[in-house]
């Protein structure tokens, strides 16, 4: 076999061997990247809600710091998301997200007198809203 046949050969051994080998990485580079997540017991509650017409910008942000105020003195809060990126159904003004430790916090929050106090508050200057909470089995 001339050499120039070898290396042509020798070429394309290392050609086919490379191809495995990038195949074999974009594979497990692939299985490597899936998503890793896990189901929490903790409860969100979702709150989609529109301002009352003539709601100045500083008494909305005056209402959406008040959340912060209310979610620290409710035990069982764990996180809250007050900037939406995007709000759906588009017609409303925006939405606001509390986590909460357990199916029990939930509840309570819902009695809480810091919720109460807020509540009615919000009332005044929210047009109208939309609350949903989820967790896991």
């Known amino acids: 076999m001339k050499s120039t046949s070898r290396i042509a050969l020798l070429n ?11 195949g074999e990485i974009w ?3 692939r299985v490597a990247a899936q998503n890793k997540f896990g189901q929490p017991k903790t409860v969100i509650h979702l709150v989609i809600y529109k301002w009352k ?3 100045s910008d500083a008494d909305k942000q005056k209402a959406l710091d008040s959340i912060k105020d209310m979610a ?10 007050l ?3 995007r709000t759906q ?7 606001f997200a509390i986590e909460f430790a357990s199916l029990e916090a939930a509840a309570d929050y819902a009695e809480h007198p810091a919720h109460e106090a807020w509540s009615k508050s919000w009332q005044t200057i929210r047009e109208t809203s939309i609350s949903e909470q989820v967790t896991n089995p």
Not at 72 to 81: D, T
């Open 72 to 81: 620290g003195k409710v035990p069982g809060v764990k996180n809250i998301w």
């Open 53 to 55: 017409d003539g709601i």
């Open 27 to 29: 594979r497990v580079s």
């Open 83 to 85: 900037k939406p990126v």
């Open 89 to 95: 159904p588009r017609d409303y003004s925006g939405v």
């Open 12 to 22: 394309l051994a290392v050609a086919l061997i490379a191809a495995g080998i990038s």
